[in-house]
């Protein structure tokens, strides 16, 4: 195993150390299929004789190319728009003059709809395709017509090299051709679809992709006009896509492993369907309930990002839910979303006035009724990430079905599927306590949240009720057959569509089964390092002799939700209610909550309420953890420092507060109304306007607010507790500052820069805190470093984000200690220095997707906003940096030009040096006015001025430098007191960077990360990063 | 998930009340009956009414959202009084007749008054009086050089359809034509229709088959068909305990070696071991039991499949089947000629 870059140059080298005789290139995403055809462009394929497994080049070309594409349909006999491919912006006009507005932009190999977009006009026509241009591998866009008021339908197709081919999904996006399927929801099997529509298709797909000599698993999409026959191909992905892994979930057939043995030249009659065990593979499965995909959408962390939905995808993670109807699956996915919802209908906040947006704190008889209507129609034209409650909103307002479809290209059949749900909270609110209603009420998938806030009771009130009335879930199989045939498969949903159980537990006995709760949805803050944590822990459970686990868990991203990996798989809510569902049927030994994050740790104190036997830390502990005042006293107890803070219910004792700590101080309102939940202030204006406009405070919502320590490093130490010891993973060292939050920070273990006093203290606090909250299982704790002075932040009795990391580069599984922990076994001896003595570096490096995020800006702060990350090992610091920066996507310029923009004095001196190494390493060097002149005054002579992008009268402007490619990379540091960003201010700084990551251009926003930034350019000059695997380092 | 209406038109349903293993079933409404295809045919039913006395679903779709759609499955329903029922838990009930095998079940009201006999002899009636034409009806051109019999014992419009597609003339003669009314319209070819029931009950088509093969009249069985052309040649037929339904069952072909999902609907199935002492040998199995899906005579000009290659619902993998029928056809002729 390599952790290396995924480019042409360091596959290389791998083939040439390993000398393999065959590459797969379908399983690693877009990714890797890229640079597979790099690979093969390049006769490395060819000098290495390697054979590429399932799909041939040739094949993929057919399927990446567009021009390729859409003749290979039409000598399938599959219908394409009419479109043109465009090498520049003149082509593109002449070509969407022909096809006539709007057309929609896609843009020849490139992630997730990356770069396109749809024209209305020749103003968009301009923008969008000269970023497509810039973006595509090959210079080449397709201008096509744009659908997207039609149906979005797609196929999953598998086939062997004797030409055996099947469907195992079909799928179709209720946003319709509107909205990119990574951002739809997503339902399968389809809804709408007649009999003949559907073999149209099925037919269509099978001819396409025999054309295009797919070998594996491929998925296609089309267009399928709503009120005819009329249809389109619109893509085929000829690799395992997101859509394969939700087809997977859904269906219960592993695609990936299937189209794996099909690579090794297995025909599909030849295997055996994994569930029935006897079974053939080469069969369409038969589904007995529906599923609805989710995706999960994480706006509120940027400023200024544009949350319309549309061809280019935004979301960061999704959910699937599986039940018997279509109201009950949607509910349960909103639920499984986490954003706040308890599902269609019956939310906090709900009660208040049908209007759209935050503008419900102002006077409603503002509006007229027109206004209203302009409103929610322009949201049902234009969907973003609130479509789903802006359909519900348009529905109660009272408008029809048919206008609803018509504007928002929604077909009625889901749009009268949700107005049932709504008649069914009418009716609910009107009778109170009607049992047949809350058997009714439950079929269509409301909570006993929903329901109580119907009949003003709680949820465990409504839980009560039920449990006395018998009104339960039954456990049902998923199976691929839809009970055909008897197969014993362990992979489970609940519904109330249903009157018996599929599965039987031993009843009246404890069982001694464990569950272990997953992740959830992928968002931000909570990615695949927890499902890694799930995984390992049912593993490490199962090393330790536990043989029956179940999982729940809901995203069908995820390894944790495959059926082999636990015992029982439930593909279900992580809600109170649905997780005590589970545990009232299983009846378990425990429950473990500490590895599926934030979510996870969130239930225990009220699953603990409700006498679920947590393992690991206890509840009472957890919360002396979560809980500020609590954990403040026991820091105060043990002696050890943190940043002074406060609760306040008033801005005034607030501004006193932070008057005598000094600005700046970090703000953490407990309500917010839009943008960023915390927030670094510099002064008394900036605190009243963050806690006035975009929050609140009152005693209902109070704000916290603690002293922000500017300059110092933050550290966080990563161990496993048990009843005898604790166990340190390691200590982990930001590169960057603290006030980027940890999830953003890059990160290197063992530290490098840390001096031995302060790491000796790092590791007394930890043992300390870890003994004094009876730690059993995993600990993280954050710390800042200033003067050699060590203060605490927080600690998480869970998992944490760098556990992965850590575990794989000193080779420690540290959820495999932690299940141990858990069972109350003895941990092996482990000198808690161990992690001193390891020689080379890991480097950790968050990955972002602002050039998805149309809008966003890049600068980072205390909110998380990356949505990845990646890690290298190496023997040095800057082996490591150099690879991790280009694994997460950097270009590393040997030579060039630099642009600096720097602001504030003390920046601007920090930086000196740096600016000096650039410009010996014979860099040219840009600066703007400000930047330039200081740099002058101290001796830099070669220093060139260029103009603001706001002055496009002044040449040379950046804007037409960073087009042409003129710029190799950015420093582009703002003044220390606008480290935090906020709107308005800084304007052409935002333009600068917006610019940049739209073309892929580095941009450095601190101090810090512009040190490690030169100085990995300045080694790399010299260096040649190792090539190694993973336990080689 | 699909083709409920092409189901619950097709007469081999006759006689049976059917549950629906999907759970929400009339999503996309009924079509008119007055939607026609190029043929006059209607585009989206197998008959001309509902042929299955009864359906059970977990959930009737109380909205119906389709371009074609003129009413919802439940109006349909009562527009031709065929009962069904819904909320049930369809997959108990699938598990249910799985290890017990297809049994009788009747609809009631609650609380109402049981009026429905019993013992309802499935195995023992004899359908062919309801599902097959009285009168002989012609389709296509009368001049038509290529003129096929079919042979209705319950046959789906698919069927007729794909024929004339193929370009033939279809003369549709009752279940229990003999061979010199077969013979009166001078055809081509003989095509065996699918049905209902079990297949010796049709003594009078078996024995017309048995002709039919002696005299090496290029033929094509479909379904029951199939079941009636092996009876014909000496080879035994017997109830499945789990019959095959769905549109998803895989099927592959001995010739081609190539694996097809097929649609099939059938509770009887041909003794594979009862074959050998017959002229004809497999041609189709299913890959998961091994049933016989498919024959094909050794020297004579008659295939016959145990699904439907017309499909509806379901994938059209085997039209094929049919392209097979008019070479025989063709290569007959000239032989003949």
Known sequence: ????????????????????????????????????????????????????????????????????????????????????????????????KKIGFPV????????????????????????????????????????????????????????????????????????????????????????????????MLRDAALRATSYCGINGECNIQFGLNPLSEEYCAIEINARLSRSSALASK????????????????????????????????????????????????????????????????????????????????????????????????????????????????????SYTETAIIEKIEYSLIYPDDEIIFNVVKAIKFGMSIEHISRLSSIDPWFLAKIKNVIDKEEQLKKANLNLSLLREAKKLGFSDKQIGRCWSLNEDQVRELRNKLGILPVIKQIDTLAAEWPAKTNYLYLTYNGIIDDITFAKNQMNK????????????????????????????????????????????????????????????????????????????????????????????????????????????????????????????????????????????????????????????????????????????????????????????????????????????????????????????????????????????IPPWRLNRETMDTLIDYSLKIGGALNVKGPLNIQYLVKNNEVYVIEANVRASRSMPFVSKFYDLNLIELASKAILDKKLPDINNEHWLKKSGFGIKVPQFSFMQLEGADIMLGVEMQSTGEVACFGNTFYDALSKSYLAAGYSLPTHG???????????????????????????????????????????????????????????????????????????????????????????????????SVEMGIPVLTTVESTVSFVKTLEWIKTNKPTVRPVDEY | MVGYTETMTDPSYKGQILCFTYPSIGNYGVPSMDNLDEFGLPRYFESDRIQTNGIIVNNLSNVSSHWTCVRTLDQWMYDERIPGITNVDTRELTKKIRSHGVMSGKLMMEGSEDLIEDKFEYDSYNFMPEVSISEPKLYGDRNNDLKVV??????????????????????????????????????????????????????????????????????????????????????????????????????????????????QNHGYGIDSDSLQNTDFEIWFKNIDDNTVEGIQHKNKPIIAVQFHPEASPGPDDCLYVFEKFKELVKKAGIESS
């Open chain 1, 1 to 96: 195993m390599y952790l290396l870059p995924i480019t042409r140059s360091f596959v290389e080298q791998v083939i040439e150390r390993e000398r393999p005789d065959s590459i797969m290139l379908s399983f690693g995403g877009q990714t890797a299929l890229n640079c597979g055809v790099d690979l093969y462009d390049n006769d490395i394929l060819k000098k290495y004789n390697i054979d590429v497994l399932n799909t041939s080049i040739e094949g993929i070309k057919l399927t990446e190319d567009r021009q390729k594409f859409k003749d290979a349909m039409l000598k399938s006999n599959v219908p394409v728009l009419d479109s043109a491919t465009a090498y520049s912006y003149e082509e593109a006009l002449k070509i969407s």
């Open chain 1, 104 to 199: 929609i932009i896609r843009v020849a190999y490139t992630l997730g709809g990356r770069g396109g977009g749809v024209a209305y006009n020749e103003y968009d026509l301009q923008e969008i395709v000269q970023r497509g241009l810039s973006l595509s591998m090959v210079h080449q866009v397709l201008i096509e017509k744009y659908v997207g008021e039609w149906k979005q339908i797609e196929y999953e197709v598998m086939r062997d090299f004797e030409g055996n081919n099947v469907i195992i999904c079909n799928m179709e996006n209720v946003l319709g051709m509107k909205v990119h399927t990574g951002d739809n929801i997503v339902v399968a099997p389809s809804q709408t679809l007649n009999n003949k529509e559907y073999h």
């Open chain 1, 250 to 365: 859904a269906t219960g057939y592993p695609l990936a492993y299937m189209a794996a043995k099909i690579g090794l030249g297995y025909t599909l009659p030849e295997l055996v369907n994994k569930i029935t065990k006897v079974t053939s593979a080469c069969f369409e499965p038969a589904l007995d309930y529906m599923v609805v995909k989710m995706p999960r959408w994480d706006f509120r962390k940027f400023e200024m990002v544009k949350r319309k939905l549309g061809s280019a995808m935004k979301s960061v993670g999704e959910v699937m839910a599986i039940g018997k109807s279509f109201e009950e699956v949607i509910q349960k996915a909103i639920r499984m979303c986490e954003i706040g919802k308890d599902g269609l209908v019956c939310n906090i906040g709900d009660e208040e006035p049908v209007i759209l947006g935050k503008e419900h704190l102002e006077d409603v008889t």
């Open chain 1, 513 to 748: 089964a464990i569950i272990v709760l997953g992740a959830g949805p992928y968002r931000i803050g909570s990615s695949v390092e927890f499902d890694w944590a799930t995984v390992n822990m049912v593993y490490g459970l199962r090393n330790n002799n536990i043989d029956d686990l179940a999982i729940i868990n809901c995203n069908p991203e995820t390894v944790s939700t495959d059926y082999d990996v636990p015992d029982r798989l439930y593909f279900e809510e992580m809600t109170l209610e649905r997780v005590l569902d589970i545990y009232q049927k299983e009846n378990p030994k425990g429950l473990v909550a500490c590895v599926g994050g934030q979510s996870a740790n969130n239930l225990v104190s009220r699953l603990n309420k409700h006498n679920v036997n947590i393992l690991g830390t206890s509840s009472l502990d957890v919360d002396s953890a979560e809980d500020r005042s609590k954990f403040s006293k026991l820091l105060d107890d043990l002696g050890i420092k943190q940043p002074p803070w406060k609760i306040f219910t008033s801005l005034e004792e607030s501004k006193n507060f932070a008057l005598q700590e000094g600005y700046p101080v970090l703000v953490r309102p407990s309500y917010v109304l839009s943008g960023a939940a915390m927030k670094v202030v510099w002064s008394e204006k900036q605190l009243e306007q963050f806690v006035m406009e975009a929050s609140s405070v009152s005693p209902d919502y109070p704000i916290v607010i603690s002293k922000f320590l500017e300059d110092a490093s933050e550290v966080e130490v990563d161990a496993i507790g048990s009843q005898e010891k604790i166990v340190i993973g390691s200590i982990i060292e930001h590169i960057d500052n603290a006030g980027i939050h940890s999830g953003d920070a890059m990160m290197c």
């Open chain 1, 897 to 995: 030009s630099a642009l600096i923009t720097i602001g504030g004095i003390r920046n601007k001196e920090k930086l000196s040096p740096i600016v000096s190494l650039i410009s010996a390493m014979g860099f040219k060097i840009l600066a703007t006015e400000h930047t330039a002149e200081f740099f002058k005054k101290s001796g830099f002579e070669s220093i060139e001025l260029v103009h603001k992008i706001s002055e496009p009268d002044r040449q040379p402007n950046i804007l037409n430098l960073l087009t042409d490619r003129k710029i190799n990379f950015i420093i582009n540091v703002p003044s220390t007191s606008t480290i935090e960003k906020y709107v308005g201010m800084l304007d052409d700084e935002y333009q600068i960077r917006r610019k």
């Open chain 2, 150 to 263: 079919l042979i209705d014992t319950g046959t789906k419009f698919s069927i007729i359809r794909n024929l004339l597609k193929l370009g033939f003339s279809v003369v549709r003669l009752p279940w229990n034509a003999t061979l010199k009314d077969i013979l009166d319209y001078n055809p081509v070819g003989v095509v065996i229709s699918n049905g209902p029931g079990d297949p010796i009950i049709c003594k009078q088509t078996i024995s017309t088959a048995s002709e039919i093969i002696e005299n090496s009249i290029p033929t094509l069985g479909i379904c029951l068909g199939n079941q009636i052309l092996a009876l014909a040649s000496g080879a035994k037929t017997h109830k499945l305990k789990f019959g095959h339904r769905g549109q998803n069952k895989s099927c592959i072909d001995l010739d081609s070696k190539v694996t097809l999902i097929t649609s």
